[in-house]
Structures are given as C-alpha cells and as structure tokens.
C-alpha cells in the first residue's frame, strides 16, 4: 500500500466524524460534504508524516473550512434576519458534559441548528467542537485567532444564546399528537379561533430557506399572522413522527413532500419550522400516524 491509498484509508475512518462536526457548523447537507471533500484536498497536499493525531488535524482543517464558509455566507447576505435574543441563562462551562451536549443536539435537530444560525461564525465554531465534540479551547483558539480564553467566553456565550432559544419540547407523544391533530383539524375547516388557541402567542414559523420563493419573508412570527398562513389548508398533511416527536408530512405516491418539524410546550405550539429540501427530507427518519 503507497502512501496516496494509505491516507486514502484513513481518512475513510474518520469521514463521518468530519461530516457531522461540518454538518452542525453549516447546517446544510451538501456543504457539509464540500467541506469534507476540501478537508480531503488538503490532507493530499499537507506533509503529516509528523502529525501524532491525525483525527484531531483533520477536525481542525475541516472547522477551518466551514468557518470559511460561514464567514463568506455572513458576508452575501445584505439583509440578516431580525433575530429575537431572549433573556440568556447563566451557566458555567464546568456544567457541560459533551457527550450529553452532543446526544441533546442529536434529539433537538433542527430546533438545535437554527438556534445556531443565529450565532455569529466564530461563536458557532467554539460551541460546536467544544460542546458537542469536546475538543479543548487550547486547539480551538487558533482556529478562530483567539487565545483561549476568549475562545471560551466565545463558547459561553454561544452556549447562553442556545440554552435561552431552545424551550423544552413536551415529551407526552400522546399529548403532542393530541395537540397535532386538533391543529389539522382547524387549520382543513379553516377555524381561526381554534388556531389562535393551540398557537402560542409568539409562536415562529419558518420557512425552509432552500425552497422559499424570491422576495417572501423567511419566517411568520405571532398567533394571528402564522394562523392566517394554515386557515383552510392542510389538506394533504398529515401526522408522523418525525425524528421521534409528532409532527406533519405531506406525502403521495411513497414520496415525502413536505415535513413540519413541531416545537410543542405546555399544549401550546411554539415553533413550526419547515423542511422542503429533497436532499434535508432523505434524512428525516418518518412514521405516518395512523388515523
């Protein structure tokens, strides 16, 4: 075996692993994967013969190139969505276990990345690899041209934005298809009433951003606006599980369509986020609800 097959090997072993750190800092499928064929480039190109351990290099190199990414996304969009940033929980970084952070992220999914993208590049890069990949901030600080010490207040910060954004779900499947079911119902009669009252007042619902037509708003915020968006529709949706909490699909002739990622807390829906990419939809692990 020459050295090219060799590395070729190695880094097969440690793709995976290099494709969830890229797909948590991106948030897109297919960047995720660009990114890891760019961390591929270059390991071709770099002498490692001196590198002790290869799998921490290779995370480094792909969190350079997703913070690339980020920065360059940040700089193309001229008009940054009016993010809400609710009062931030204190915490200290000595609470955090990474592999509970990392299996929350797991359960949370997509309530977990747009939380995310609400962080600026640099604050994102140290929560991920800290917090869900428990690398130290002596390796992160350099990444983002930090000592260590800023790259944690980075993490802390970032940590505080999430725990702040992200409100515990109802675990009652029961209780969540219960409130799916009666959403259905009004949004297919068209009951605005009935709506308003399973809609928490500041209730969001975005839009998947792959798919969102020209010039329409990303996301609904307030019961009365996102109740306006269902009033008389849903007529093809239906219940499903939908990454293990109920949610709503819309699918035909063995294709999904469509995915409505639920937030439900205290009966009450407080974020409704879209998923409309063919390539996000493959992902999803979905179970149509019998009626």
């Known amino acids: 075996m020459n050295e090219h097959e060799w590395l070729a090997e190695q880094f097969e072993t440690y793709r995976t ?5 890229a797909y948590r800092m991106l948030g897109n499928f297919s960047e995720a994967e660009d990114a890891v064929q760019e961390s591929w480039l270059h390991l071709n190109r770099a002498d490692v013969s001196g590198v002790e351990n290869l799998g921490g290099w290779l995370t480094t190199v792909v969190a350079r190139v997703c913070l690339d ?4 996304r940040n700089s193309r969009r001229e008009e940054p969505l009016d993010v809400h940033e609710p009062d931030l929980i204190k915490s200290s970084e000595d609470e955090i276990d990474p592999e509970q952070a990392a299996l929350l992220a797991d359960a949370l999914g997509l309530a977990l ?3 995310l993208d609400t962080l600026n590049p640099a604050e994102r890069l140290a929560f991920v690899l800290h917090d869900l990949f428990a690398v130290p901030f002596d390796e992160i600080a350099p990444i983002v041209g930090r000592s260590p010490t800023a ?3 980075l993490a802390s910060r970032a940590r505080r934005r999430v725990q702040g954004a992200i409100t515990a779900p109802d675990a009652d499947l029961i209780r969540q298809r219960e409130v799916v079911t009666a959403f259905l119902a ?9 709506l308003l009252a ?12 792959t798919v969102v037509p020209v010039g329409a708003a990303p996301e609904v915020r307030g019961a009365d606006s996102v109740a306006r968006q269902f009033s008389g529709r849903a007529q093809g949706a239906r219940p499903a599980l939908v990454n293990g909490t109920v949610g709503i699909v819309v699918a035909g002739h063995r294709r999904l369509f469509l ?6 807390t205290r009966g009450k829906i407080v974020e409704i986020n879209v998923v409309a990419d063919p390539e996000r939809l493959r992902q999803l692990d979905v179970a149509i609800l019998d009626k």
């Open 186 to 194: 009004a949004s297919r009669d068209g009951d605005f009433a009935a």
């Open 17 to 21: 692993h290099l494709w969830a750190v």
């Open 198 to 209: 399973l809609l928490d007042p500041d209730v969001i619902f975005r839009h998947d951003l």
């Open 151 to 153: 790259a944690r207040q």
């Open 113 to 115: 990345l747009v939380v």
């Open 69 to 72: 990414m980020l920065r360059s």
């Open 259 to 264: 995915a409505l990622n639920l937030t439900i």
